[in-house]
């Protein structure tokens, strides 16, 4: 136990979040079991972290953070190791990476049910459907997602600025107001290509190649996140990468269900359970018409953020996917964004239609009263037309 707190306050005293997630105002603390799920790389670590040095004492043994990936739970489990650390006065257990843990969910019901003083936060994949497969936590689990970096984020990190993020009606109803609150203190064009590029995953922040470090990134979320929780045989790996790079390489539009079963030697339903598990794992997203979903064929397949398109083929990136990529990502996190009927168009909530335009070339299309138009090379908006970069202040 000495060896875990020893851990615990070096990583407390190290840890560097230099940007404080809007998740942690969001999450009811007094709940005493709480997941967080996320994609590889958005700092769910770091989160765990963060919340132990705002809320105790570097020296606190009230909490300590566990990480599953230690060799010393293949033998040993959470319960039992809670048990311990409950009988020396632990309060709060941190746990990450639950999901390398054998029957995690059963461990975690019996901490529950043993150890009713105990407050267990824990972190696990995107990948895992904590309530749906695991119905021993139904009822004491309460979850939560950790995203990557919004533009928002990205924008106060660089500049030093502190804008808070607003609701989908604020900026739709005072997107004028919000602007001009805004541009006196930032230009937000001179940030936005660069966090489309390389913005959405916070080890940006680290002194090595960013895309080399998203690449690795992509292949454990296939390699790890998906084979180990959906208990995919190893063989079928190759399978699994080659239909991302063809979803991929494809751009945006309705996947040829057919085509790539052909392409990856299998049938048309494993196709699409591999393209839901990418889904799953914040490699992709699915946009559908309205009223449609899994397991239909979707109308529209695009990478879940615009990072990803230039780390896989970045010779042919298209500043249209690019856009729209964006904006679905932006609004993703509170809204049901489909597939509207024209191109470039999408459904937010069942009933707004939004289409992406680049204000450069607004002169070839039709403005339309009923369609809100999210313009990008533009700082600014008027009427219906509203930029595109600030729809990256939703979260």
């Known amino acids: 136990m000495e060896s875990f707190f020893r851990t615990h306050k070096y990583l407390i005293e190290h840890v560097n979040a230099p940007v404080r997630r809007t998740l942690m105002d969001e999450i009811d603390w007094n709940d005493s079991m709480i997941g967080i799920k996320g994609t590889r790389g958005v700092g769910k670590t770091t989160f765990l972290l963060q919340y132990a040095k705002e809320n105790f ?81 139904n009822n004491i689990v309460h979850s939560y997602n950790l995203r990557g970096f919004s533009f928002r984020e990205f924008l106060n990190l660089q500049t030093g600025t502190q804008f808070h993020p607003y609701t989908l009606d604020e900026v739709l109803n005072d997107y004028t107001q919000i602007i001009k609150d805004i541009l006196p203190k930032v230009c937000p064009l001179q940030y936005f290509q660069s966090y489309v590029h390389h913005g959405f995953y916070p080890f940006f922040l680290e002194h090595r190649n960013y895309m080399e470090n998203l690449l690795k990134t ?24 080659k239909l991302f790079y063809q979803l991929a390489v494809d751009g945006t539009k309705s996947p040829n269900i057919s085509q790539l079963a052909l392409d990856i030697e299998t049938s048309r339903a494993t196709v699409m359970n591999y393209v839901k598990y990418l889904a799953d794992a914040r490699l992709i997203n699915m946009i559908y018409p309205v009223g449609e979903e899994f397991p239909k064929k979707p109308a529209k397949v695009m990478l879940h953020n615009s ?36 191109e470039q168009q999408y459904i937010v909530d069942g009933n707004r239609k939004f289409r992406i335009i680049d204000a450069k070339g607004e002169q070839k299309v039709r403005i339309d009263a009923d369609t809100i138009y999210a313009r990008y090379n533009t700082e600014v908006g008027f009427e219906n037309q509203i930029p595109l970069w600030l729809f990256g202040f939703l979260y």
């Open 57 to 137: 004492n570097v020296d606190d043994r009230h909490c300590l953070y566990v990480n599953m990936n230690n060799f010393y739970f293949q033998g040993r489990g959470i319960a039992d190791f809670a048990g311990d650390f409950v009988r020396q006065g632990g309060r709060v257990l941190l746990v990450d990476q639950v999901f390398k843990q054998p029957n995690w969910s059963k461990e975690l019901r019996l901490c529950h049910d043993l150890y009713p003083e105990l407050k267990i936060v824990f972190t696990g994949s995107s990948v895992m459907r904590l309530k749906e497969e695991n119905p021993e936590l």
């Open 307 to 342: 990072n990803l398109t230039y780390a896989i083929y970045p010779n042919t990136v298209v500043p249209q996917d690019v856009m729209e990529t964006f904006f679905v990502n932006a609004l993703w996190k509170d809204h049901t964004v489909n597939q509207g009927d024209k």
């Open 218 to 241: 992509m292949n454990m979320m296939i390699e790890v996140d998906i084979l180990l929780v959906r208990q995919i045989e190893l063989k079928y790996l190759t399978k699994l990468k």
